[in-house]
């Protein structure tokens, strides 16, 4: 039984109409036949036609577009679906607002074609060291509670010695920032080499934006399509 796998977008008049398109056209090359390929968008009019500067673009693929009709999505689609790539998060965001239950066959396009592992164990490591950081924080206020209270009540009824208290109260602020400051590096890596999961909406842009659009897509779908079964 072939597999559906459904592209998104909002219009479905620009990226997913190309990267429907495009996927299918890979898969063919590829001899992968045991895929259905569909696109939708969130916000999409019914039956209407692909953009001209995508049909164009397409055209210099060798693939023909001109017969695409644009399709909203619906539940049933989502559910017929058996892995859904969108264009951007917040492609995906509205899915899964919309359908929670799709939450587990539902990718932006960058996120599915980095292999979804290796995004997993990026987020997983985010997860853990935003626990250590947690963990150090409950240490470093546990450790220093008392004294903390006592500075607090000091501020407030000691006015005139709140130059001190305060010089006191950033000290403690900084050696905590000390105390995170691997971790919090580690943080600042792992989300730029995560990067930016989006394919920019090139509609209303020259030809050429659909251009890099178009080769931007199929590179991430070729990684895809390597790896299918």
Do not use: W
Request: with cysteine.
């Amino acid at each position: 039984m072939k597999k559906t796998i459904l592209l998104v977008c909002t219009g479905n008049t620009c990226r997913s109409s190309m990267a429907e398109a495009l996927l299918r056209d890979l898969l063919t090359r590829y001899g992968k036949g045991n895929y259905k390929i569909k696109s939708a968008g969130i916000s999409a009019f019914e039956g209407g036609d692909a953009a001209y500067q995508a049909i164009r673009v397409m055209k210099e693929e060798g693939i023909d577009l001109s017969n695409h009709q644009t399709t909203l999505l619906s539940q049933q689609l989502i559910e017929e679906s058996d892995l859904i790539l969108t264009m951007t998060q917040r492609h995906k965001l509205v899915i899964l607002d919309d359908y929670p239950d799709s939450r587990e066959k539902v990718y932006t396009l960058k996120e599915y074609a980095a292999r979804v592992e290796d995004i997993e164990n990026e987020t997983k490591q985010i997860e853990e060291l935003h626990q250590i950081i947690d963990k150090k924080r409950e240490e470093f206020i546990l450790e220093y509670q008392d004294e903390i209270e006592e500075l607090e009540d000091k501020r407030e009824e000691l006015l005139s010695e709140l130059e001190g208290i305060e010089g006191r109260i950033a000290e403690l602020e900084d050696e905590l920032n000390q105390r995170v400051l691997a971790e919090k590096r580690e943080l600042a890596r792992l989300k730029e080499r995560i990067g930016n999961l989006d394919i920019s909406d090139p509609f209303g842009q020259p030809i050429s934006i659909y251009r890099d659009c178009a080769q931007e897509i199929k590179a991430e779908l070729e990684k895809i399509v390597e790896n299918l079964e």
